[in-house]
């Protein structure tokens, strides 16, 4: 062999091997996940292709309750009239429950490091304007992504332990947290904090309920695995509080 035809393999062989591993590098760096690849800002879901999501009215920023009015009269409501619950209704819940309030994206309730790990469902049962199913809370879009349908308050019933309100409301939010989206900050202490904003958010939803002349019931005893079965929810997603809601009854 040359010296000529060796050069020219060895010249081939280094090409190939760096080629090799820088190749190799690059494909691995992009497969590989990033810290939050699997948190995401929303926990999307796959939406049945024949439903889009559904817009939700502007919220009102001026009601005719005061806050103060509205803090004075909040109860539990467990018992509601038949009457369902308006898409404009639903719409205000959301928002102050959890929407954008801000051109910096800031929301209705404190988040700990503006970490936002809740999601808030909707089990719509006789919601006007809305088919019966399970809904996601877009905060951004201000609009629900469907996630299955079908009437589902007597199941989220069963899974509550059987009380019976929540089988009865017309319409039920559930609301969820991703806690690795703040505990990647804040460490163990960030339970704490998605605990602190699930009460935030949750009071604010039944203050609006009260303001719309409307009536909630926070519930915690449920099956959890079986709440997120029935909301096909995202494994990250941990079901905090299930609140059946509706008109009250006058004896209520």
């Given at each position: 062999m040359s010296r000529r035809t060796?050069?020219?393999?060895?010249?081939?062989?280094?090409t190939l091997a760096f080629g090799g591993l820088i190749a190799?590098?690059?494909?691995?760096?992009?497969s590989a996940p990033s810290p939050t690849s699997s948190i995401t800002t929303d926990a999307s879901h796959a939406a049945p292709a024949t439903r889009a999501?559904?817009?939700?009215?502007?919220?009102?920023?001026?009601?005719?309750v005061s806050l103060e009015k509205a803090v004075h009269q909040r109860r539990s409501v467990r018992e509601y009239t038949h009457a369902p619950v308006t898409l404009a209704d639903v719409s205000q819940l959301l928002w102050a429950a959890q929407g954008i309030t801000s051109s910096q994206g800031g929301r209705a309730a404190p988040s700990a490091?503006?970490?936002?790990?809740?999601?808030?469902?909707v089990a719509a049962g006789k919601v006007t304007?809305?088919?019966?199913?399970?809904?996601?809370?877009?905060?951004?879009?201000?609009?629900?992504?469907?996630?299955?349908?079908?009437?589902?308050?007597?199941?989220?019933?069963?899974?509550?332990?059987?009380?019976?309100?929540?089988?009865?409301?017309p319409v039920v939010f559930v609301i969820g947290a991703v806690y690795e989206r703040t505990t990647k900050r804040y460490g163990?202490?960030?339970?704490?904090?998605?605990?602190?904003?699930?009460?935030?958010?949750?009071?604010?939803l039944c203050l609006q309920a009260t303001a719309l002349g409307l009536g909630a019931?926070?519930?915690?005893?449920?099956?959890?695995?079986?709440?997120?079965?029935?909301?096909?929810?995202?494994?990250q997603v941990k079901p905090l509080y299930v609140i059946p809601?509706?008109?009250?009854k006058s004896d209520s």
């Open positions: 060796r050069q020219v393999i060895i010249a081939v062989a280094v190799f590098s690059c494909a691995d760096e992009a999501s559904v817009g939700l009215p502007p919220p009102s920023l001026d009601g005719p490091g503006g970490t936002y790990p809740l999601e808030i469902y304007g809305l088919e019966a199913g399970v809904y996601h809370y877009l905060p951004q879009q201000h609009a629900l992504a469907p996630v299955k349908s079908g009437d589902l308050r007597r199941d989220l019933q069963e899974a509550s332990h059987d009380q019976t309100w929540v089988g009865a409301a163990d202490r960030g339970v704490r904090y998605v605990h602190l904003e699930a009460g935030h958010a949750a009071q604010n019931v926070t519930v915690g005893a449920f099956t959890d695995e079986r709440i997120q079965e029935l909301l096909d929810l995202p494994t809601l509706g008109h009250p």
